[in-house]
């Protein structure tokens, strides 16, 4: 368990939580910076697409260091925000899912 507390010390301390914020819609799209790996999540349906995530919940895990990581970045308001335009949404999503 340390392990994981240390992982998501780093990855909130560097700043590697972001918030991806789309105007004028206000659409957001979290992801967190892994090891060569950008993972997306939804903190509110704690949900997130990296592998752990989903082998974890097989065995009843409930989280991922990724979404521990996104609660405490919102405590600590450690977020990096981006704002794109409504017309880099889809682009940016073609983007994310591409790399799955």
């Given at each position: 368990?340390?392990?994981?507390?240390?992982r998501?010390?780093?990855?909130?301390?560097?700043?590697?939580?972001?918030?991806?914020?789309?105007?004028?819609?206000?659409?957001?799209?979290?992801?967190?910076?892994?090891?060569?790996?950008?993972?997306?999540?939804?903190?509110?349906?704690?949900?997130?697409?990296?592998?752990?995530?989903?082998?974890?919940?097989?065995?009843?895990?409930?989280?991922?260091?990724?979404?521990?990581?996104?609660?405490?970045?919102k405590?600590?308001?450690?977020?990096?925000?981006?704002?794109?335009?409504?017309?880099e949404?889809?682009?940016?999503?073609?983007?994310?899912?591409?790399?799955?």
């Amino acid at each position: 368990m340390k392990k994981d507390s240390e992982r998501i010390e780093s990855v909130v301390s560097e700043k590697r939580v972001k918030l991806h914020v789309f105007e004028p819609s206000q659409r957001k799209i979290w992801t967190v910076v892994g090891k060569g790996k950008e993972h997306w999540l939804d903190p509110d349906a704690e949900y997130c697409s990296c592998l752990g995530y989903y082998f974890g919940r097989l065995i009843k895990k409930t989280t991922c260091y990724h979404l521990e990581s996104v609660m405490l970045a919102k405590k600590e308001n450690k977020i990096e925000t981006i704002t794109f335009s409504d017309e880099e949404y889809n682009d940016f999503l073609s983007g994310l899912i591409s790399d799955l």
